[in-house]
């Protein structure tokens, strides 16, 4: 089935620092979505990508779509500490989603 | 207000009894999901549907089982077969299987003691 490797697990940045996840497929995907899960909470839908090369916005947060349709990548600039929690991203394999194995965000203050 | 709705949030269990978690939504989706999250863990398939009266297992549907029988409800039985049940249960439904957002429920924590 469809399988997405996200990484890093883990990353750990100064308040103010920059942040990027990573999701690669071996296969090209039809889009790649993305979520963030609040500690404590349940992922929230942020994004999805489409198009090759797609670059999308959000304020503080540029999400990509790689030109093959293969990888994608969520940069957060300039941390806060809202930003902290659980990013995933989710594909689409044989009409289900799946998501990738998701990157933790903590934030030193 | 539309959304979906998972009960109970919390629920605890004898080792060996089989345990039903409640997903419902008002979305009018037809795509729904069920996921398992342990500590520090990804999301795992567990079971989704695209239709009424359909299912089909995702990656670890061993020691599960669903129903669909109504296109608001999606319940998710965890039965004793299932050798590891502590875990965070997610529910999560869609316009279109992949295709659109998926809205999470506030999830189920279950504890089997």
């Known amino acids: 089935g469809q399988q997405v490797m996200q990484i890093p697990q883990y990353q750990h940045v100064q308040e103010g620092e920059d942040f990027t996840t990573y999701c690669n497929s071996s296969t090209t995907l039809s889009n790649i979505q993305w979520y963030k899960q609040r500690p404590g909470g349940h992922p929230v839908f942020l994004i999805q990508?489409?198009?090759?090369?797609e670059v999308k916005k959000q304020k503080r947060l540029t999400f990509q779509f790689g030109e093959a349709k293969k990888n994608s990548s969520l940069h957060i600039t300039a941390t806060q500490t809202t930003d902290v929690g659980t990013y995933f991203c989710?594909?689409?394999?044989?009409?289900?989603?799946?998501f990738g194995q998701g990157t933790r965000l903590t934030i030193n203050p | 207000d539309g959304g979906i709705t998972q009960s109970p949030k919390y629920l605890f269990r004898k080792e060996g009894q089989n345990v039903t978690l409640s997903c419902e939504q008002n979305l009018n989706h037809d795509a729904m999901y069920w996921y398992r999250q342990d500590p520090g863990q990804g999301l795992r398939l567990i079971y989704y549907s695209q239709i009424v009266n359909d299912f089909q297992k995702g990656d670890i549907a061993e020691g599960y089982s669903v129903s669909r029988e109504k296109k608001e409800s999606f319940p998710l039985t965890v039965t004793s077969a299932q050798k590891n049940p502590t875990a965070f249960y997610l529910c999560?439904?869609?316009?279109?299987?992949?295709?659109?957002?998926?809205?999470f429920g506030q999830g189920t924590r279950l504890t089997v003691v």
């Open positions: 989710g594909v689409q394999g044989a009409q289900k989603l799946v």
């Open positions: 999560a439904s869609s316009r279109q299987p992949g295709w659109t957002e998926a809205f």
């Open positions: 990508l489409v198009k090759s090369g």
